[in-house]
């Protein structure tokens, strides 16, 4: 005899159903008749309008400042026939999603007058890896403390994956805020070599910080496999210096510490 | 029935204007201030604040980090009453998430869990809880209980007050194809603490109206006169729209409808 679904775990499947293109078209979901379908795919298409309308306004802030130059608002795409051909596969918050509509945003503000901002494709790149490194299943709650992982945390240090290290020829975070505050020509950044960490938090917190050599080693070291000794080892760095960056790196979301056995 | 205030819902991009005006008694909070918002240190100086933000869905427990951000908020604001919403929107697990405002299944188990949450979050705050109707667009067969009925219900359990959202009304009565007065008529409006009152806009993707950051309807500023007048625990009306589109003409005029139609 099956045991009785919870009402909860019905609440998940239409969540589900709603946030989920490929479940909704599903026979999975079709066939438990648990609303009408044609309600439930013009609500799931208003949502999905609505969820990346968020985003691309936050995470794409920058090129919409630009857009009386560009001539290309960020969020435009939302009513382009690109954006609803997406409506069948988009999964609401997943990672191919965001990289799916990143993309068609940035084609659309790459086609425009970008001839006055020579960092544009940089400045595209940064907003395209912000939104994507948000994208993923988040912890809504933080329950209990869990008395075993805090006791075993300097254990094995590993990537949180999503993470992005992106490498840059303009210091664009000295221009961002200029873009954003009033201005009659173009702000331009200072042509110099900048390497930034994008990474969110557990909780969904989108942090961006500029990255030292020694810094991304570290990052790129940590597998979850070495221990404290060879990283510090590997990256040439002093214990306190390595606590330290870890410490930074933790905070940022990029790494986190598995348990070690 | 005491005077009633009437107000709006802090937008940042009107910042200036807020700061300025002299027709609106209270503003509800729906994000915090940022750090760099120049206006809001006269924002706070000058208006009643009312906690309105996500601090969680409520079909699951609160955790410490939301309730201390609950509590933080509702101290910086000084806020009457702290409001969240009969909303459930992300998945137990967090791997899905609507990003939108969605009820829950109307059962008892939802009722328990809502009764039960909200009883410890009442617990935790120095302020009374009020809980906000949300629409829901379908009917699922799987919810059992009207929803007016389940609102009643949990009220009844928890002494918790109702924040009354007229145009969430409006439209369950417009999609069930019922009259707005009568279907109204059987949610417990002498729990009612506050009411939201905002305008409605025809929808693409719906293919029907939907809340929208625009000025209430001469029809729906009706709906509140009656609606107020059958709530007499109703302390405030707010203008419920935050939107980066919504001008500060359509703001002040909206309030100023309010205002009016209540012959405040």
Redesign the interface.
Known sequence: MPSPVSDRAVQDTIIRALADAPFRGSPEWRLQELANQDRVDRFARFLARHFYHERLVHFFKYSRALARTTGRAPEAILTNPGFAALFPTLVLGSRASAVAVARLVVDHVRSGATAEIPYMEELLSYEQAMMVVESGARVWSDGAPDVTKRKNQWSTPMRVEGTMLLDLTYDLPVVLPRLLQPWTEVPQPPREPTRLLIARSSHGRVSVARTTTSIATLFELADGRKSLEDLAREAGLRPAELEATLAGLVDLGAVRFSVGS | MAQLMVGAFYNPHLGPQLAEATTIDHLAMADPPRADDPCWPRIKARYKLLLHDYL??L????????IERARSLAELYRTPWVAEHFQ?????????????V?P??Y?E??LE?FVTNANALKARIDQPLVMENIPG??????SRIPEAEWLRRFFERTDVGFLLDLPHVWLEAHYHGADPIAFLAEFPLERVVEVHVAGVEQ?R???GP?IAPAAPADAMLEFMVHAVARCPQAKAVTFDAVS?SLSADVLLSSVERIRKALGN
């Open positions: 969680g869905q079909s699951e427990p609160l955790d410490e980090r939301a459930c929107l992300h998945t137990e697990d967090g791997t899905y998430n609507l990003n939108y969605f829950p299944l059962t188990e939802f869990r667009f379908f009917d699922v067969t799987a929808d993707d719906l293919q939907w980066p």
